[in-house]
């Protein structure tokens, strides 16, 4: 019986810890760089769904999940239909616009393939997926981070 109130004992202060960091809280801001403002709205939506899945979303938290956009590369082929072809690397940055610190960062090089210009953009953007191991890295980077931070206070 005193082993069982023990470990229940024991289990209580662990959560009990736990429970007393203050969980990173991340908002998704506007992507810079791409023009198409489906595009933008695909790659939000893929963005808020990734926190969601690792328990950090939130409209109004410290934190910003940053995206800049660069061409690469605006290519149009030969063939009947023509097809453009846009590559772009978009980075990813979580920051912490109180202090200026960068928790994490991570990229992406996407290409899209599509019978119009913007619709190539948006069909590049698609393929950033929620569940990308590189966006749950960059989130669990970035709450390591944030833990660090809170313990060195």
Do not use: C, W
Request: net charge positive; aromatic share 6%; proline share 4%.
């Amino acid at each position: 019986m005193k082993k069982l109130t023990a470990i229940i004992l024991a289990a209580f202060a662990v959560l009990t810890v736990a429970g007393a960091q203050e969980p990173l809280t991340v908002r998704v801001a506007a992507p810079e760089g791409i023009p198409d403002g489906n595009a933008a709205a695909v790659l939000t939506s893929n963005l808020h769904l990734a926190l969601v899945l690792n328990d950090a979303a939130s409209d109004d938290g410290r934190y910003v999940l940053q995206t800049k956009a660069s061409v690469l590369s605006k290519d149009v082929t030969a063939t009947a239909p023509a097809r453009f072809i846009t590559e772009l690397e978009i980075s990813f940055f979580i920051t912490d616009p109180v202090s200026g610190d960068y928790l994490s960062q991570t990229s992406f090089s996407v290409r899209g393939i599509a019978s119009g210009d913007k619709a190539s953009y948006l069909d590049a953007v698609k393929k950033i997926k929620a569940r990308d191991p590189k966006l749950r890295k960059l989130i669990t980077q970035a709450r390591e981070a944030h833990n660090l931070q809170k313990e060195q206070q």
